[in-house]
């Protein structure tokens, strides 16, 4: 039993030989990682929302600058980061993932909590529609982990758009896999409000990789 589940190596003792991914171990960085992450998801709002005089901006500039001088001698290779490696945190540490945490993860299906902000911002209020493609793929890996299938590559995503997807509030993801044949397992998911009304829903095609393919 890990964080994410049951390890599908037991199932399948060629798992890590399907496609050329590297093997992701949980990532331990301290709590630094965690307020680091809280404070740069409220820059990435406050990018997208403040309107400072220029003096500010150049202060800000100046800011950003010094951050990358400090963090760019430590570039590290993909999972060594800790960046999609510590699922405690939104997101599992990634800033590129919408903000959400994991309450299901098993063999029937995964479910997550997310709550979106000003940076996900489309227009009018409402979150880009091209982040819910976003969520839903991440749904979908998810949803072929828990199943203990091996790594797979997403074919295809279809997203209906049903309502408005607002921010700051907690939403309800869901996926599951629908049906199976061979390589290739067909997943759904759905995006619902604390009511329970259906803001999105989704379909796929995830295709198993095989040996040494990228």
């Known amino acids: 039993m890990t964080d994410f589940g049951l390890d599908p190596r037991r199932a399948d003792p060629e798992y890590d030989r399907h496609g050329g991914f590297p093997v992701f171990e949980l990532a331990d960085p301290g709590p630094g990682f965690a307020r680091f992450l809280t404070a740069m998801r409220h820059a990435q709002d406050l990018a997208v929302s403040a309107d400072p005089d220029g003096e500010t901006w150049d202060a800000a500039a100046d800011l950003a600058e010094q951050l990358v001088g400090l963090l760019e001698p430590h570039r590290a290779a993909e999972g060594v980061g800790p960046a999609s490696r510590v699922p405690s945190l939104p997101g599992a540490g990634s800033l590129l ?3 959400w945490q994991i309450t299901k993860f098993d063999a029937d299906g995964v479910e997550l909590t997310v709550q979106f902000s000003r ?3 489309g227009g009018n209020g409402a979150v880009h529609g091209g982040v819910l493609p976003l969520l839903f793929d991440s749904v979908f890996g998810m949803v072929i982990h828990a199943a203990g299938r091996p790594v797979s590559r997403t ?6 758009y ?11 993801a869901r996926g599951w896999v629908r049906e199976s044949e061979g390589r290739k397992a067909f997943v759904n998911a759905e995006l619902v409000d604390g009511d329970g009304k259906l803001l999105a829903e989704s379909n796929g095609l995830m295709i198993r990789l095989l040996p040494g393919q990228p």
């Open 155 to 160: 074919a295809f995503l279809h997203v209906d």
């Open 162 to 172: 049903r309502a408005v997807t607002p921010i700051d509030q907690t939403l309800t």
């Open 97 to 99: 993932m919408p903000p």
């Open 119 to 121: 940076y996900h911002v």
